[in-house]
């Protein structure tokens, strides 16, 4: 079974904890067991929800190309009717927005083929804009990643000053409640900073 199969079916999150969580509780215990397994389901949800945008993505670009077919098949004197006949490959989308182009060219008398090639080139336009926003956020995206990453870092420098570090996490009343707001803090700053990021659907 690929890993798109198992991101996509109703196994995705339960084995997005599961798995890193009995990694973690045969290598530290519980708290090991619980920090693994909030990082395996998180890391779930960001793949998932990074493969849906790719796919909606993917529809739209498809739905785009189909608009200037018909725009193409207008011009080349094909009927409204036949141009925009129902087919198992357009969507109703593509169906219902096509339909409000005919009925607007009919009230104003515009070509058709015109405002379909409007409708279509705005739409461009707008993912083009969308899509610079995205690639302008992707440094504050990337510190984001950073900052999460950091705790990291502190558990070197904890080793490198000549202390245990995961000891008193994982073996501690103290650590463990320190190690269980550390985690849920990540969390939480990376939840924002995605939230903050615009989004190409």
């Known amino acids: 079974m690929s890993v798109a199969r198992v991101l996509a079916g109703p196994l ?7 798995a890193p969580a009995s990694v973690g509780f045969v290598l530290g215990g519980v708290v090991a067991a619980v920090a693994l397994g909030a990082y395996g389901t998180v890391a779930v949800f960001f793949l998932r929800r990074r493969r ?3 796919a909606c993505r993917a529809a739209r670009s498809a739905l785009l190309d189909r608009l200037t077919g018909i725009a193409a098949d207008l011009r080349a004197g094909l009927p409204a009717t036949a141009a925009l006949a129902d087919d198992p490959s357009r969507d109703d989308g593509l169906i219902a927005l096509a339909r409000s182009a005919v009925t607007l060219a009919e009230r104003t008398g515009a070509p058709l083929a015109d405002l379909v090639d409007r409708i279509e080139a705005d739409a461009r336009a707008g993912d083009r804009a969308r899509a610079a926003a995205v690639a302008q956020a992707a440094g504050a995206e990337a510190t984001a990643l950073l900052l999460a990453a950091l705790p990291l870092g502190g558990l070197m420098l904890g080793y490198a000053i000549g202390s245990d570090p995961l000891a008193v996490l994982l073996h501690t009343p103290l650590g463990a409640l320190c190690a269980f707001g550390a985690v849920a803090l990540q969390i ?11 989004r190409l659907s």
């Not at 995705?12 to 599961?18: D, H, Q, S």
């Not at 939480?188 to 939230?195: D, I, P, T, V």
Request: proline share 10%.
């Open 12 to 18: 995705a999150f339960p084995l997005g904890f599961g």
């Open 52 to 54: 849906v945008a790719t």
């Open 188 to 198: 939480l700053g990376l939840a924002w900073s995605q939230r903050l990021q615009p």
